[in-house]
């Protein structure tokens, strides 16, 4: 495979479920990110891994736990989500995290929670 | 505080003309990138070009130019000869380099409809 993967591409999920959501780069890159993009609201920058280690977090919610076991794989876990976190959630990638790189998006995973 | 501004909701052109899509961006910090995305209806968001702060000239790529007027803080996306495929959303972004680290801001998008 190439590029950068995400899987499920749709989630359906009660309020009290655990799930979590997966994202790998077969681009040899060194950063990974997770974005929430909501239907009325501009992309949001969730979380940054560079080098496996967190260096953004967006006051995101503590529900939304992500995790980065090494620089070609993030996950984002999610418990006790609410009505309003329903949205697509975008994974991407850059060869670093400066001002200069492009980044490389998946698919997506749609999210809904019930 | 730092912001991008996308003034268009939506947007027609016709096939192999010309469009202009406008980005004006706001930030104190003197270095950064400005990035164009295109999200057609499938989701994914793909890459088209970009431009850093301390670039003299206008990026370009292919049928993509940006527009860059640094001291207007504007970096609008031209793309030449419209074609069908080119319907979709389009994303303006910076990413600024501060003392704290990094931050990432997207515009709300320009949805651009190319008309047969």
């Known amino acids: 495979e190439t590029g950068v993967t995400q899987t499920p591409r749709h989630l359906v999920m009660g309020m009290t479920n655990k799930k979590s959501l997966k994202c790998e780069q077969h681009?040899?890159?060194?950063?990974m990110y997770w974005y929430k993009q909501s239907a009325k609201k501009p992309l949001e920058l969730m979380f940054v891994y560079n080098f496996k280690e967190q260096t953004e977090n967006n006051s995101v919610p503590s529900r939304f736990s992500p995790e980065c076991p090494n620089s070609s794989h993030l996950f984002l876990h999610l418990h006790t989500l609410q009505p309003e976190d329903s949205a697509l959630y975008l994974c991407?990638?850059?060869?670093?995290?400066?001002?200069?790189?492009?980044?490389?998006f998946g698919p997506g995973t749609r999210l809904t929670v019930t | 505080a730092q912001k991008i501004t996308q003034t268009q909701p939506g947007m027609f052109v016709q096939e192999k003309e010309a469009v202009t899509l406008d980005c004006t961006y706001d930030?104190?910090?003197?270095?950064?990138?400005l990035f164009w995305y295109k999200q057609p209806s499938s989701g994914e968001m793909i890459f088209l070009i970009y431009?850093?702060?301390?670039?003299?000239q206008n990026a370009t790529e292919g049928r993509y130019s940006l527009n860059f007027q640094k001291a207007r803080k504007s970096a609008n996306l031209v793309i030449s000869a419209s074609q069908l495929g080119d319907s979709a959303m389009y994303f303006c972004a910076m990413r600024v380099a501060y003392t704290g680290g990094f931050k990432t801001i997207f515009g709300a998008g320009t949805r651009l409809f190319v008309k047969a």
């Open positions: 681009l040899g890159h060194n950063a």
């Open positions: 991407a990638s850059s060869q670093e995290v400066g001002t200069s790189y492009e980044q490389y």
């Open positions: 431009q850093g702060s301390y670039d003299q």
């Open positions: 930030t104190s910090d003197p270095s950064y990138g």
